[in-house]
């Protein structure tokens, strides 16, 4: 069955990278998605990746993608207080439609 | 402010009854995706519609159904509803069914006693 697992907290301190990790089971992933959840808010998709993809780079944020153990991570360069956050990880299987896997989330707190 | 609205923003009910959410999408926005957030089973996609058809679908429960209407708004359904059933309910919408960036509403609280 599908199962997307993530560490549940990280916490950095500002100025710092962050990297968040994720593994998920399904492999027929068709696309990897991170998404930023602030407080009191719905999702804001940060960024995704294709599965024949290794690397996105943009701006501050780094997928990594190893297919082969099916581990996905997120590097954000420079972490600033303002990213605080819950981030998901998320697999989906659809190129007609999007059916999305979430992962259990990691809240990542910046320390000043 | 996303553009996509979500009512009501909290419903209190009790075991047993059924409620609708309802979720406008952005204008020109064409896709209309609902998602549940609860504290034990986390963030699940519920399901998905484009330009008033279902497009994919995730862990629905079968007392779950929702559907797009021509003017593009949604609502979901619940029924039989479980104290599991509490949790806050997320719309989106995007203007496609590709990978895009999908706009959030606030979300309707539901609290089930």
């Known amino acids: 069955g599908e199962d997307v697992e993530q560490s549940l907290f990280l916490s950095v301190r500002e100025g710092d990278s962050s990297v968040i990790n994720c593994t998920y089971t399904?492999?027929?992933?068709?696309?990897l998605y991170w998404y930023k959840q602030e407080p009191g808010a719905g999702l804001q998709l940060l960024t995704y990746?294709?599965?024949?993809?290794d690397m996105k780079q943009d701006q501050r944020l780094t997928v990594l993608l190893n297919k082969k153990d099916k581990h996905l991570s997120l590097r954000i360069a420079d972490t600033q207080t303002g990213d605080s956050a819950i981030y998901f990880c998320?697999?989906?299987?659809?190129?007609?439609?999007?059916?999305?896997?979430f992962g259990p989330g990691t809240r990542l707190s910046v320390l000043p | 402010d996303s553009g996509v609205t979500q009512t009501p923003k909290h419903l209190i009910t009790a075991t047993g009854q059924r409620v609708t959410l309802r979720c406008s999408p952005r204008?020109?926005?064409?896709?209309v995706y609902w998602y549940q957030q609860s504290l034990d089973q986390g963030l699940q996609f519920l399901i998905q519609?484009?330009?008033?058809?279902?497009?994919a679908k995730g862990n629905i429960l079968e007392r779950f159904s929702a559907q797009q209407f021509p003017d593009l708004h949604s609502e979901l359904n619940l029924s039989s509803l479980e104290l599991g059933d509490s949790a806050l309910y997320f719309c989106?919408?995007?203007?496609?069914?590709?990978?895009?960036?999908?706009?959030f509403g606030p979300g309707t609280r539901l609290l089930v006693l």
């Open positions: 998320a697999e989906s299987m659809g190129n007609y439609g999007q059916n999305f896997v």
């Open positions: 519609y484009y330009n008033g058809e279902e497009r």
């Open positions: 990746i294709f599965s024949n993809m």
């Open positions: 989106a919408s995007s203007v496609g069914t590709g990978v895009e960036t999908q706009y």
């Open positions: 204008s020109g926005d064409l896709s």
């Open positions: 399904d492999s027929s992933s068709t696309y």
